[in-house]
């Protein structure tokens, strides 16, 4: 259990994601929440599922598309200003996180 820390200054660093990851769709955006490992804040992350690139012009519906790579950097959004944040968000943590198959959510 980690606790909330505001007083924690801004470093970027690559952590481990949060144990307590969870996806939801909001519109057309995969939305990733969890509490960052790094300040205890609560952080949410809007990405799309749609990787640039994959989708080919002219392959008929319905066809399986190529495997596209799944995982996202997500960095700590949380609300709280982080000392030596700057105009920044978050608390400069950011982690990998493998989107949900399509259609899990
Ligand atoms: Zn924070
Ligand atoms: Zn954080």
Redesign the pocket.
Same mark, same amino acid.
């Given at each position: 259990m980690t606790t909330?820390?505001?007083d924690?200054p801004y470093r970027e660093q690559r952590v481990a994601p949060p144990g307590d990851l969870a996806w939801h769709r909001d519109g057309g955006f995969l939305v990733a929440t969890g509490t960052?490992p790094?300040? $205890? !804040?609560r952080?949410d992350k809007s990405l799309v599922d749609i990787v640039p690139g994959t989708v080919t012009k002219g392959l008929p519906w319905g066809r399986k598309k190529p495997q596209a790579n799944r995982d996202r950097t997500v960095d700590?959004e949380?609300r709280?200003t !982080?000392r030596e944040a700057d105009e920044r968000n $978050?608390?400069g943590a950011c982690w990998t996180v493998r989107l949900p198959e399509e259609g899990a959510l």
């Open positions: 909330p820390d505001d924690k960052c790094v300040c $205890g !804040h952080t700590c949380c709280i !982080h $978050g608390c």
